[in-house]
C-alpha cells in the first residue's frame, strides 16, 4: 500500500479499439533505407499483392535527370535486360532503366501482438496490424538480363552438340501408366520446394492504385484510424479483469513447430549431414555432387576423418573414372523405379549408364548418337546420364568434367587396380547385353592429333590470289556486258511508256496537307482527306478557284463549330478522325476536298473561341503529339461556362482529379452550392472517368 502512494496516477488514458482497418492494415518496413530518406517523393508507377500470401511488389520510378544517375549505366542495363527490340513485354519501355521494383517479405509470422496507435484529444486509438513487411529492391530483371544471355549462346552455338550426334527424325515412344500415390510419397511432394512455387503462383496478383501521403484519398482513409463508434458496446475486448488484461499482455510462450519453415525432404545443411555415419555423409554427397576429387570429398567431411576409412566406404557408392570418383548407377536409379522422361525400369538404365561410364574410362570423349544407337534408349536418358558427369562441346562431342587426377592414381594403386579388376568385369557384362563390337571397345585417337597444319607463304597467298582474280575476270566482263544490254532495252520500252503520259504541272503548297494516313481504311476513294474524281481536280494541293477561299473558311468553320457544340473538349488527334469522317459523308467536288492542313484547322479552332488547355500529361505518357495538344470550347452561351471554365482551370494544373475536388473548387469559384445534378452535367460535357479518377476527354492513357 506505501508504493502505491508513492506512485500517484497523473492522467488516465482512454483506449479505444479501431476496427474499420481490421485485416487490411500493414506496416512497410525499408531495412536498407535510413530513416531519413523516405520514398514519400518518389513517384509510384504501380502496386500489386497477392493478399493470402501477405506479398507486396512496389514499383517506383527512378530519378533519371539527377546529377548522381549514371545514364550510360541505365542504357546498359535497359539493352541488357530488354535487347534492342521495344514491345510489350520490355522492362525498359524507354530504354533507359528509369524505374526499380521493391518485393516483400515477412518480417514476423505472428503479427497478433502489435497494433499501429493514434493518440488525439486524450484519446489513444488502436488498430490490430495485419502484416508486417520489408520491402527490399528486387533483382529479377537481372534474371532477365541472364535469360538473354543464354538465349543468344544458344543461338550461336547452336545446339549442345556436334553435328555427328544430330538425332534422328524417328523416336522411341514408350507408353508408361502411373501408379497410385502413396500417402509418404504425398507429404514428400506436398514439402518439395517446386510444389510450394507452384502453389504461390497460383494465386493472382490483384493491382492497386497508389496514393501519397499527402493525397486527398489518404488522409480519408487516415480517418479509419479512430474508433468510429466511442461507446462500451463498441469496445468490450478492452473490459478485461486485471488477471485477464496481464495474460493478454504477456501471453505464455508456446513454441508452434508449424511455424517453422520446412525445407524441401532432398536438403540437407552441413551441420545436420556430419551428425550422420561416415558412410551416409558420403553416399549423400556423392549422390548429389555425382563427379567428384577425393581431395574435394575430404574436404567436405572436415577434418579428422580417417582418408583409409573413407577410401573404404566410397567404393560401396561410386566408381573410379580417369583418377575421379563417379557415383554408381544403382544409388542414382535405385531398385523399383524408372525414368521419368520414358518409364524404362532402373536395370535398363543402369546399364545404359554403365556403359557411358565404361566409355569414359577408355576416352575422356564420348559421342552421344554412338550412346544411343547402342544403349536403345531415349535421348532424354542419354543426355541426362553425360550431363552427370560430362560436359558438351562444340563440333567435338561430350568431355569428361574433371581432368584425370594424376595425383590419387600416383598414392593409391591398390585402388586403381582394384577398381581396373571391377570394369573388366563390366566391360564383360556390357559385351553380352549389347554385342559390342570390336570398334565399340577400342578408343578413338583424336584427329587432331595426327593431323600436321599446312604453312603457307605470304608470297605464295598473293600469287594464288593474283591467278583467282585473272580466272573470274573474263567471267565478270561477260556478267557486265549482259546487265549493260539488259539496262538499255529497259530504258528504251520506259521512253515508249512515258511518252503516253501527260503530266499536269500545278505550284507548290506553301502548307503541307494535314496528315490522315491513319484512317485510309474509312476513306472509300479518297486519299490525304480528297476525292479522287476528275471533278475535283483543280482543287488539289490546297489551291482553289477564285472566290472559293471564303467558302471553305465558312465550311470548316461551321464544322468546328457544331464540333465543339456537341463535345466541348477534343484532342486534335481526336478532331483529325471526326473531320475525316465528315469528309466521308461529302459529295464528290465539295469545297472542303482541298486540302485542309493541321494548321489550318487548328487556326480555325482558335477562331471559333475555343482555348487549347495544357494538361501536364505525366512524363512517362506514351500520347502521340497529337493527343497532347487538347482543345475546349470555352464559352457555348449557355448557364454553364462558369462551371466549364473552373473545371478547364484545374485540369490545366491537375492531369486527373478526383469528384470531391473538382465539387469543391466549384463550389469555392461560384459561390454557390451545386446539386449531384449539374456537377454531373458540367463532368459528362467535359470529362470521363476511369479507377475513381476523372480526366478530360482524350486524355485517359491505356
Not at 62 to 83: F, W
Not at 620 to 644: F, I, N
Request: charged share 25%; hydrophobic share 35%.
Amino acid at each position: 500500500m506505501a508504493n502505491e502512494e508513492d506512485d500517484p496516477i497523473i492522467q488516465e488514458i482512454d483506449v479505444f479499439l479501431a476496427r474499420s482497418l481490421l485485416e487490411k492494415l500493414y506496416l512497410f518496413q525499408y531495412p536498407i533505407r535510413p530513416a531519413s530518406m523516405t520514398y514519400d517523393d518518389v513517384t509510384h508507377l504501380s502496386v500489386k499483392i497477392k493478399p493470402k500470401q501477405q506479398k507486396v511488389e512496389l514499383e517506383m520510378a527512378i530519378d533519371t535527370l539527377n546529377p548522381n544517375y549514371c545514364r550510360s549505366k541505365g542504357e546498359q542495363i535497359a539493352l541488357n535486360v530488354d535487347g534492342t527490340c521495344t514491345d510489350e513485354t520490355s522492362t525498359y519501355s524507354s530504354k533507359l532503366m528509369d524505374k526499380q521494383t521493391f518485393c516483400s517479405s515477412q518480417a514476423a509470422s505472428n503479427v497478433s501482438r502489435y497494433a499501429a496507435a493514434v493518440y488525439k484529444k486524450g484519446e489513444l486509438h488502436l488498430t490490430p496490424l495485419h502484416g508486417i513487411l520489408q520491402l527490399r529492391p528486387s533483382f529479377t530483371y537481372l534474371d532477365k538480363a541472364d535469360a538473354k544471355h543464354r538465349e543468344r549462346e544458344a543461338a550461336n552455338e547452336g545446339g549442345d552438340s556436334s553435328q555427328d550426334e544430330a538425332e534422328d527424325d524417328v523416336k522411341q515412344i514408350t507408353v508408361r501408366f502411373s501408379r497410385p500415390e502413396t500417402e509418404q510419397a504425398r507429404q514428400r511432394r506436398v514439402q518439395s520446394y517446386e510444389f510450394l512455387q507452384k502453389r504461390q503462383a497460383e494465386e493472382h496478383w490483384v493491382h492497386l492504385h497508389y496514393y501519397g501521403l499527402k493525397d486527398s484519398r489518404s488522409e480519408h482513409e487516415r480517418q479509419y484510424l479512430f474508433s468510429q463508434g466511442h461507446g462500451l458496446a463498441e469496445n468490450t475486448e478492452l473490459i478485461k479483469s486485471p488477471s485477464e488484461y496481464l495474460m493478454m499482455l504477456m501471453p505464455p510462450s508456446i513454441e508452434e513447430e508449424n511455424d517453422k519453415p520446412m525445407a524441401p525432404s532432398n536438403v540437407l545443411s552441413m551441420a545436420q549431414l556430419r551428425t550422420l555415419p561416415l558412410a551416409d555423409q558420403i553416399k549423400i554427397l556423392m549422390k548429389n555432387v555425382k563427379v567428384m576429387p577425393f581431395a574435394n570429398l575430404m574436404s567436405l567431411l572436415g577434418s579428422g576423418t580417417d582418408s583409409t576409412a573413407v577410401l573404404r566406404c566410397i567404393q560401396q557408392v561410386a566408381m573410379l573414372v580417369q583418377g575421379n570418383w563417379v557415383v554408381k548407377s544403382d544409388v542414382l536409379y535405385p531398385k523399383d523405379t524408372s525414368s521419368p522422361h520414358s518409364g524404362v525400369p532402373a536395370e535398363v538404365l543402369c546399364r545404359g549408364r554403365d556403359f557411358v561410364m565404361w566409355k569414359f574410362t577408355q576416352d575422356r570423349w564420348v559421342v552421344r548418337k554412338e550412346v544411343a544407337a547402342v544403349t536403345k534408349l531415349c535421348p532424354e536418358d542419354v543426355k541426362d546420364f553425360l550431363e552427370h558427369m560430362s560436359v558438351a562441346r562444340i563440333n567435338k562431342g561430350w568431355e569428361f568434367m574433371l581432368p584425370y587426377d594424376e595425383d590419387f592414381v600416383k598414392k593409391h594403386p591398390d585402388i586403381v587396380q582394384r577398381q581396373h579388376m571391377l570394369w573388366m568385369g563390366i566391360q564383360a557384362k556390357l559385351e553380352k547385353v549389347y554385342n559390342l563390337l570390336k570398334e565399340h571397345l577400342t578408343p578413338k585417337k583424336q584427329e587432331t592429333q595426327s593431323a600436321h597444319p599446312l604453312l603457307v607463304s605470304g608470297e605464295q597467298r598473293v600469287n594464288m590470289a593474283k591467278a583467282k582474280a585473272k580466272q573470274n575476270y573474263g567471267q565478270l566482263e561477260k556478267e557486265f556486258q549482259k546487265q549493260k544490254a539488259e539496262m538499255k532495252s529497259n530504258d528504251a520500252s520506259a521512253k515508249m511508256d512515258v511518252s503516253n503520259i501527260r503530266i499536269k504541272e500545278e505550284p507548290v503548297s506553301d502548307e503541307e496537307p494535314m496528315d490522315t494516313s491513319a484512317y485510309e481504311g474509312m476513306n472509300n476513294g479518297i486519299v490525304n482527306g480528297l476525292h479522287a474524281e476528275e471533278d475535283s481536280m483543280d482543287s488539289l494541293n490546297g489551291h482553289l478557284p477564285g472566290g472559293c477561299i471564303d467558302r471553305v473558311a465558312q465550311e470548316l468553320k461551321a464544322f468546328v463549330s457544331s464540333t465543339f457544340k456537341k463535345q466541348f473538349v477534343l484532342t486534335l488527334s481526336e478532331l483529325k478522325r471526326l473531320f475525316n469522317l465528315h469528309l466521308a459523308s461529302l459529295p464528290p467536288g465539295h469545297t472542303l476536298f482541298s486540302g485542309i492542313s493541321d494548321k489550318m484547322l487548328q487556326d480555325m479552332v482558335l477562331d471559333t473561341g475555343c482555348k487549347q488547355i495544357l494538361v501536364p500529361f505525366p512524363p512517362q505518357t506514351a500520347a502521340s503529339p497529337d493527343e497532347l495538344k487538347v482543345y475546349a470550347l470555352w464559352e457555348a452561351g449557355d448557364t454553364y461556362d462558369q462551371h466549364r471554365q473552373v473545371l478547364l482551370e484545374i485540369f490545366s494544373k491537375n492531369y486527373r482529379v478526383r469528384r470531391n475536388v473538382i465539387q469543391n473548387q466549384l463550389s469555392q469559384e461560384c459561390g454557390e452550392d451545386l446539386n449531384k445534378q449539374e456537377v454531373d452535367r458540367v463532368l459528362k460535357d467535359c470529362c470521363v472517368s476511369y479507377g475513381g479518377m476523372w480526366y478530360l476527354k482524350g486524355t485517359v492513357q491505356s
